[in-house]
């Protein structure tokens, strides 16, 4: 039997855990500021409405990072039993939630493919709601050379502020709002001309009857949904390391845990005798 605990896996652990911590506590942080700093206390009905607060986001995942990591660096360093198995078990929690969500997207995928449109049109629907928001979907449209949801540049008429049919009052007068019948600049083209200084009025009007012909040569018409479908199976492999790359991550940790477990049990058997 082990007569002491392998130094190897007991500092691996504190020191893995310790950096998991440092990353949870910097994403907690920058998550707090970022709500503060957008005033979400002041705009709860509105954030409410969204479909999700990707700051909201940010801050459960720091917050489980956070926890979990604590646990595992304090258990590790303390050779504390009941802290180790809560952060392995978690941990196989975790792993195991992925794995049963990766089979269910792959036989559901239709059903998936489905729920993703309607959150796509959500998250439309909320875009200047929220400046996170409208930054994620702006960093998508260009990245995948999108616009729009699973119906192309005709579901920004779904959100209020580019709705053909949007009026707005001003001293008791109704008027036209500049985006209206347009789509977010982040749909434009990017040519030799536009690659350095960003035109951000290009997509106004070019929903309208008038443009309908040259819209192709100005914005992209295809939608996120397929664009983003494709992207994956292009880059299928790239995807499947990363995944593999996050199981690993979960995965020896948990072992390292396991294996710290045993000695530490061995070490009381043999005091026991």
């Known amino acids: 039997m082990a ?55 940010i801050m459960v995942v720091a917050f489980v990072i956070f926890v979990l990591s604590f646990t595992g660096c304090l258990g590790a360093l303390r050779e504390n039993i009941c802290l180790l198995k809560f ?14 969500a990766g089979v269910l997207g792959f036989v559901y995928k239709d059903w998936f493919q489905n729920q993703f449109g309607v959150f796509v049109n959500r998250t439309i629907t909320g875009y200047r709601d929220d400046p996170d928001l409208q930054n994620i979907i702006d960093f998508s449209q260009a ?21 053909c049919s949007s009026r707005i009052m001003i001293n008791g007068r109704y008027f036209t709002p500049a985006e209206s019948c347009g789509v977010p600049y982040s749909c434009c083209r990017v040519t030799t001309s536009t690659a350095e200084v960003v035109d951000t009025h290009c997509g106004y009007g070019i929903r309208t009857d008038d443009m309908k012909n040259k819209r192709a040569d100005v914005v992209y018409t295809f939608g996120c949904v397929d664009k983003f479908e494709e992207w994956l199976k292009t880059n299928l492999y790239t995807v499947a390391g990363v995944f593999i790359g996050i199981a690993l991550v979960q995965i020896v940790p948990i072992c390292m845990a396991q ?6 049990e061995a070490i009381k058997a043999r005091w026991n005798r």
Not at 87 to 100: D, P
Not at 155 to 160: A, G, L, Q, S, T
């Open 3 to 57: 007569a002491e605990v392998g130094c190897c896996t007991k500092y691996f652990l504190f020191f893995f855990n310790t950096l998991f911590w440092l990353v949870g506590l910097f994403l907690l942080g920058a998550g707090i500021w970022a709500w503060l700093e957008k005033g979400f206390f002041d705009q709860l009905s509105a954030v409410g409405a969204l479909p999700i607060d990707p700051v909201l986001a």
């Open 87 to 100: 952060f392995s078990v978690c941990l196989g929690i975790i792993f195991f939630a992925e794995i049963i």
């Open 143 to 163: 990245f995948l050379e999108c616009c729009g949801g699973k119906n192309g540049v005709n579901d920004w008429e779904n959100n209020v502020y580019f709705n």
């Open 259 to 264: 294996n710290m477990i045993s000695d530490i």
